[in-house]
Each structure stands twice: as C-alpha cells, then as structure tokens.
C-alpha cells in the first residue's frame, strides 16, 4: 500500500527556502522531548519544539506518573529503604529482559539518584511516603510503591527496594509532571511550533539536516544542527502493530492516540536500525490487589507465576503464553478486602459455593480448580508456595464462597477511558540508539544529525517491562539526547 503522505527523506537541495533554522529541532513534546529540550537549551542552543497536537502533552501527560528511580533516593531513605544502583540494576536486567539494553541499563542505575534531583530541580514533587500493596496506580498521593522488587524470583536476584517513585498527584501524575516540564521549558528560549506534524527528514548526503512539518496543511521547512525524534511508540498504528507485533492487534491502547510510529519510520528511511519491535507493554485488565490475594489461573484452572509480581509482567505472562485466557479466582473475603476505590469497578463474573461449581460454570475440567485450589491452599495454611514463591504476606487459604473474574471482559480504569479485549497495550521496541541517543544505522554506526529518545526508541527494555521505565528511561535518555543534539 502506498503512503499518502511520503516518508522518504527530503534531500535539502530540493528545498527552496527554509521557514525555520534551528541549532536542536525536537519532535514530538512528550516527556522526552522536554527533557531533551531543556537540556538542549541549557548547553546554550536555539531548540525549537514540533508537536502534532496543540500542546505539549503526549502520553505522557496520560500516564500514572511513575518513575524507576532508586539508588538511595531522599524518597527512599526518608521511607526507611537502603538501595543501591548495583541493585537496581540487576532487578531491571532480570525483569526488563532477556536481552535488556545492559549498558542503558547500568548507566540509568548509576545515574539515577542525579536524575532524581534533575527532576526536582525542575519541579516534578515527590511525597516522601509509601504506598505498600500491589497496584497499577495508588488511589492516594504516596510517593514511592513498590513494583514487583519484592517478588520471587527478583528476591534472589537483588537486594528488594521499592523504586516506584510517583509524582505526587492523587490518581495519575503524568498531568503534574508534564506541567512541571512545560512550565521548566516556557522559562527558557525554546520555540514550540504546535500543530505542527513532521512527516520526513530532511538530508544531505549522510546527514540529517532539518525536518518537514506539515501545519494546517502547509508544508513548512525546518533546517537544523541535529534532529531528536521523541515521537512515542506505534501503538496507534494498525499496519505497524500487524506487521511488527501482531499479539497485540485487537487490544486496546494506552496512549494518547498519536502514537502512530511516524518518527520511527522517518527514521527507518535513512536507514536506522530498529529493535524489539514485538514487545508490547500488556496492562492486562484486572486489579492486582484483588489477583494477589487470590490467584490467577489459565483457561485449565492451573497457576502459572506467582501473582504479587508486578502486573504488567502478569500482563506479559498472559497474552504471550495464555493468550490472555485467563480467569482471577478469590473468595468473599480476598474481594472484600480490596476498598472500593481500588476496585476500578471489577466485579465478580461467576460466583459459587464450591469449586466443582466454578469450574463447571466457567468451563474448565472437571476437577482442574479442585486441584489448583487444593494443592494452594495445602501450602497456604502453612504460609508457603512452593509451586510460584508468592510471598507469605498474600497466603491464606482461600474459602467458600468463591468467585472468577474473566479477564478478557476488560474494566475501565478511572482516568484512562477503559480497556478492552483483555489488555491495554503499548509497544515498547523502537529506533536503536546508542546511550547518547544516537541513532544507529542498519551497519551499526551513527546516522550523522539524527538522535531519538522516549517511547520512539527501544530504549532500557527488550521484551520485559515494569512501570516507570518509560518516564524514566524518556526523560533520562531524552536528557542525554538533548545534550549529545547540542554538541554537533
Ligand atoms: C494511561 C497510561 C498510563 C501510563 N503510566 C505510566 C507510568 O506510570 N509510568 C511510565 O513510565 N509510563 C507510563 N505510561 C507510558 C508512558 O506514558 C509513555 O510510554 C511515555 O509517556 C512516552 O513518552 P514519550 O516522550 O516517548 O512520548 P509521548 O509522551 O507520547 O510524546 C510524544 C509526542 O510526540 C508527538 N508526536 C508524535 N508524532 C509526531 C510527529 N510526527 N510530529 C510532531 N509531533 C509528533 C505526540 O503528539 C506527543 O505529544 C503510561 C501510558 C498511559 C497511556
């Protein structure tokens, strides 16, 4: 099929006037974008700012506001937690993995509790207090929350610290901390040309020297010293998702609609280098307050990890080996448990009075829950899992009644306008870049002018994926970025 609008880049000659010169011209003004503008600003660069929508925003603006941070945090320490960036870095490498970025990986670690203070500096607020029960986001403004550190098999793996570190919103804090980084840039000179959407670069020769963007149906050229993409992913883009990571064609998307992979393939036309573009991102739609204290089994009634890790590894778990056939099984007081305002509005789908009858109803084997439960509840009641390792703090045995929740029927979080099919998805692979930012090219070299950061990379991550690794790894290496940009 062909393109209605060309992505195949531009060769300056054929540009007969450019509209805007520029030292630095990011694309896309999500929190990567900021963070490479600000750091692009402060190297002493003109930096101008493209972005599609009439403010910047993005995803980002979007998401829960967590951030993977650590290292000895003040957030941490003043919540009674030791860390350490060895430790950090040997959780993201086993649950980021296989094949996490592992130069990303132990850079980001070892500078962490710096961009931890890049962060306050530019006003992102953290509350020093912990939130201590498995969620997606905490219904209260707790700063720090635990994401799945403290889980089988990552407690052999490394000391447990909780990293979660979330800016302080009540809800979702992707709105605060894009306020803040839009605020930090309306105080330098970086021009933002909004409503401007880039559709190709421009080249001479090698090198990347500008960009065109198209604003109310005018072409308008940007020539530049360096160009950072900071587009987001592809999730919005049903030919990309078919052809790159068709598990998760037909789920729903966490985005802010614009993630339609254009800085990713402008790039791919002057030969970048892409990686894990398969892996997606999989909140899977249930609350992991309610799966912790009870269990989740496939479409045979059979466990198959231990339910306190973090939920988007659950997600993974589900689409990729279970194809998301998968049902929640708790009782009255495992439901009960969980308050009504981190419910998000689950409700039981079958209930019953014994196991035989829950199964029966849902479908499953004749005595595959019987077991399943059986053998959990054996262990549980000596407070013990010797089949997933789920900590002892989430054993009991579970009691009629009992209850299923078929997880493929979606619930609606508050802020996020719902899941369907299962999952909420976002794609996680990207542009190769170096930890600088760097484009490379099919060859491995850098692609002269050209540098990407956020979502539109494949950043820390290969297939795994543990919240907070997006703002994190966005801002971090966008800050990098911005910097590598204003030195060309
Ligand atoms: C509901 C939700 C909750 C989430 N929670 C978390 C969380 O708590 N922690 C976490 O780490 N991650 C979370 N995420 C994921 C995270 O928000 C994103 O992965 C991250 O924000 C991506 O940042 P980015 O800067 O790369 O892209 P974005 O923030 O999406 O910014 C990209 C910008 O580029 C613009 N753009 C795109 N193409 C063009 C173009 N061709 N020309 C001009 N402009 C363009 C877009 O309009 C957008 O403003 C969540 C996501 C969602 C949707």
């Given at each position: 099929?062909?393109?209605?609008?060309?992505?195949?880049?531009?060769?300056?000659?054929?540009?007969?006037?450019?509209?805007?010169?520029?030292?630095?011209?990011v694309v896309g003004y999500g929190c990567a974008g900021a963070a490479a503008a600000l750091e692009a600003?402060?190297?002493?660069?003109?930096?101008?700012i493209?972005e599609?929508?009439?403010?910047g925003g993005g995803s980002s603006a979007?998401s829960?506001?967590?951030m993977?941070?650590?290292?000895?945090?003040?957030?941490?320490?003043?919540?009674?937690?030791?860390?350490?960036?060895?430790?950090?870095?040997?959780?993201?490498?086993?649950?980021?993995?296989?094949?996490?970025?592992?130069?990303?990986?132990?850079?980001?670690?070892?500078?962490?509790?710096?961009h931890?203070?890049?962060?306050?500096?530019?006003?992102?607020?953290?509350?020093?207090?912990?939130?201590?029960?498995?969620?997606?986001?905490?219904?209260?403004?707790?700063?720090?929350?635990?994401?799945?550190?403290?889980?089988?098999?990552?407690?052999?793996?490394?000391?447990?610290?909780?990293?979660?570190?979330?800016?302080?919103?009540?809800?979702?804090?992707g709105?605060?901390l894009m306020?803040?980084l839009?605020?930090?840039v309306?105080?330098?000179?970086?021009?933002?040309?909004?409503?401007?959407?880039?559709?190709?670069?421009?080249?001479?020769?090698?090198?990347?020297?500008?960009?065109?963007?198209?604003?109310?149906?005018?072409?308008?050229?940007?020539?530049?010293?360096?160009?950072v993409l900071t587009t987001g992913g592809?999730?919005?883009?049903?030919?990309?998702?078919?052809?790159?990571?068709?598990?998760?064609?037909?789920?729903?998307?966490?985005?802010?609609?614009?993630d339609?992979?254009?800085g990713?393939?402008?790039?791919?036309?002057?030969?970048?280098?892409?990686?894990?573009?398969?892996?997606?991102?999989?909140?899977?739609?249930?609350?992991?307050?309610?799966?912790?204290?009870?269990?989740?089994?496939?479409?045979?009634?059979?466990?198959?990890?231990?339910?306190?890790?973090?939920?988007?590894?659950?997600?993974?778990?589900?689409?990729?080996?279970?194809?998301?056939?998968?049902?929640?099984?708790?009782?009255?007081?495992?439901?009960?448990?969980?308050?009504?305002?981190?419910?998000?509005?689950?409700?039981?789908?079958?209930?019953?009075?014994?196991?035989?009858?829950?199964?029966?109803?849902?479908?499953?084997?004749?005595?595959?829950?019987?077991?399943?439960?059986?053998?959990?509840?054996?262990?549980?009641?000596?407070?013990?899992?010797?089949?997933?390792?789920?900590?002892?703090?989430?054993?009991?045995?579970?009691?009629?009644?009992?209850?299923?929740?078929?997880?493929?029927?979606?619930?609606?979080?508050?802020?996020?306008?719902?899941?369907?099919?299962?999952?909420?998805?976002?794609?996680?692979?990207g542009l190769?870049t170096?930890?600088?930012g760097?484009?490379?090219?099919?060859?491995?070299?850098?692609?002269?002018?050209?540098f990407a950061a956020g979502r539109a990379t494949?950043g820390l991550?290969?297939?795994?994926?543990?919240?907070?690794t997006s703002l994190g790894d966005g801002t971090y290496f966008g800050r990098r970025a911005g910097?590598?940009a204003?030195?060309?």
């Amino acid at each position: 099929m062909r393109r209605a609008t060309p992505v195949a880049p531009l060769d300056v000659r054929e540009v007969e006037a450019f509209d805007t010169e520029t030292d630095v011209l990011v694309v896309g003004y999500g929190c990567a974008g900021a963070a490479a503008a600000l750091e692009a600003t402060a190297a002493g660069r003109d930096v101008t700012i493209l972005e599609r929508a009439s403010g910047g925003g993005g995803s980002s603006a979007l998401s829960g506001g967590e951030m993977y941070l650590g290292g000895g945090t003040p957030v941490q320490a003043a919540c009674g937690f030791e860390d350490s960036a060895d430790d950090m870095e040997a959780y993201l490498l086993a649950a980021l993995g296989p094949d996490a970025d592992a130069e990303k990986v132990g850079l980001y670690a070892r500078e962490s509790l710096d961009h931890y203070r890049w962060l306050v500096e530019h006003g992102v607020p953290f509350k020093p207090s912990l939130w201590d029960s498995p969620t997606w986001v905490p219904p209260t403004d707790d700063g720090l929350m635990w994401l799945g550190e403290n889980a089988w098999p990552y407690t052999e793996i490394a000391r447990p610290a909780p990293r979660g570190h979330r800016v302080t919103s009540e809800g979702f804090g992707g709105k605060v901390l894009m306020a803040k980084l839009i605020d930090a840039v309306s105080h330098t000179p970086a021009d933002v040309h909004t409503d401007t959407y880039a559709t190709r670069l421009i080249v001479d020769g090698e090198r990347v020297v500008g960009a065109v963007g198209r604003r109310y149906g005018t072409d308008h050229y940007y020539r530049a010293g360096a160009v950072v993409l900071t587009t987001g992913g592809f999730a919005d883009n049903s030919d990309m998702v078919a052809e790159h990571a068709p598990q998760l064609v037909g789920l729903g998307v966490n985005s802010d609609g614009s993630d339609d992979g254009r800085g990713i393939l402008m790039a791919q036309a002057v030969r970048a280098a892409v990686r894990h573009m398969s892996a997606g991102q999989v909140g899977i739609s249930l609350v992991p307050g309610m799966m912790v204290r009870g269990m989740i089994v496939n479409h045979v009634g059979q466990r198959f990890l231990n339910e306190d890790v973090y939920p988007g590894l659950v997600g993974q778990a589900a689409l990729y080996g279970q194809k998301l056939r998968v049902w929640v099984i708790l009782d009255e007081k495992a439901y009960e448990e969980v308050p009504e305002n981190e419910r998000w509005g689950v409700q039981p789908h079958v209930v019953a009075e014994t196991l035989a009858e829950l199964e029966q109803q849902i479908g499953m084997p004749e005595g595959a829950l019987e077991t399943t439960v059986g053998e959990y509840n054996r262990h549980a009641a000596n407070g013990e899992d010797p089949y997933f390792h789920k900590a002892a703090r989430w054993l009991r045995p579970l009691e009629p009644p009992f209850a299923a929740i078929d997880v493929r029927r979606g619930m609606t979080p508050p802020e996020d306008g719902g899941a369907d099919g299962g999952a909420a998805v976002f794609t996680i692979g990207g542009l190769r870049t170096t930890v600088d930012g760097h484009v490379l090219d099919l060859d491995g070299a850098p692609i002269p002018g050209l540098f990407a950061a956020g979502r539109a990379t494949s950043g820390l991550h290969a297939w795994g994926y543990v919240s907070g690794t997006s703002l994190g790894d966005g801002t971090y290496f966008g800050r990098r970025a911005g910097v590598a940009a204003a030195d060309q």
